[in-house]
Nanobody, 124 residues
Framework: QVQLVESGGGLVQAGGSLRLSCAAS????????MGWFRQAPGKGREFVAS????????DYADSVKGRFTISRDNAKATVYLQMNSLKPEDTAVYYC?????????????????WGQGTQVAVPS
């Protein structure tokens, strides 16, 4: 069992930056690939970024490529999402997820554990 707790969300002006954190507890964090997803009001949950168990590989949705960076610190059992050049369309609840499949995953079905989410709002 893995418990995930996101933090770092908030209200930021367009063009600004935020860094989300996801702290994990429970079974060995370093054996899981990690991902970030988001869900805007009235829309489905969508893939944002993923990182492999060792941090050696990462993957991004086209909509955030070049603006967002996913990273992890296995010693701290934490994964991060650095978000730069934020846009109003980035407004959503952001969720952290853990996958036992080790490698990067884009599908929601590829993840075993989910956090409760943290709100990011970028007003237009």
């Amino acid at each position: 069992q893995v418990q995930l707790v996101e933090s770092g969300g908030g209200l930021v002006q367009a063009g600004g930056s935020l860094r989300l954190s996801c702290a994990a507890s429970g079974r060995s964090f370093s054996t899981y690939a990690m991902g970030w997803f988001r869900q805007a009001p009235g829309k489905g949950r969508e893939f944002v970024a993923s990182i492999s168990w060792d941090g050696g590989n990462s993957d991004y949705a086209d909509s955030v490529k070049g603006r967002f960076t996913i990273s992890r610190d296995n010693a701290k059992a934490t994964v991060y999402l650095q978000m730069n050049s934020l846009k109003p369309e980035d407004t959503a609840v952001y969720y952290c997820a853990a996958s036992s499949r080790l490698l990067t995953q884009r599908s929601l079905a590829g993840y075993d554990y989910w956090g409760q989410g943290t709100q990011v709002a970028v007003p237009s």
